[in-house]
Nanobody
Framework: QVQLVESGGGLVQAGDSLRLSCVASGRTFSSYAMGWFRQAPGKEREFVAA????????KYADSVKGRFTISRDNAKNTVNLEMNSPKPEDTAVYYCAARFSTISSSIATTEDLFYSWGQGTQVTVSS
């Protein structure tokens, strides 16, 4: 399995920008479809964004579409989440997740399809 470590979380004002990063170690990173999920206090974990193995395909939750951008750099074993114009309702612990896939273009958006998870990074958006 791949090991994942997130970074980049912190306190940000609404309307500013923040970039989360997730570095993977272990198996071949390019064999994994990647995703970002988040969990706000008192709520269940929810899907945020996903990217295919090649990076060619992406998908977003409606709540972040147009504001967040997921990208990956297979040479650096990294997947990023650019958070533009964050809102207080984006406050949550953000988790990076990996899913081994034999199909380069496939994307997963449900957490039970992901096998490896990071420890999470806290993002707090102040109004």
């Amino acid at each position: 399995q791949v090991q994942l470590v997130e970074s980049g979380g912190g306190l940000v004002q609404a309307g500013d920008s923040l970039r989360l990063s997730c570095v993977a170690s272990g198996r071949t990173f390019s064999s994994y479809a990647m995703g970002w999920f988040r969990q706000a206090p008192g709520k269940e974990r929810e899907f945020v964004a996903a990217v295919s193995r090649s990076g060619a395909n992406t998908k977003y939750a409606d709540s972040v579409k147009g504001r967040f951008t997921i990208s990956r750099d297979n040479a650096k074993n990294t997947v990023n989440l650019e958070m533009n114009s964050p809102k207080p309702e984006d406050t949550a612990v953000y988790y990076c997740a990996a899913r081994f896939s034999t199909i380069s273009s496939s994307i997963a958006t449900t957490e039970d399809l992901f096998y490896s998870w990071g420890q999470g990074t806290q993002v707090t958006v102040s109004s």
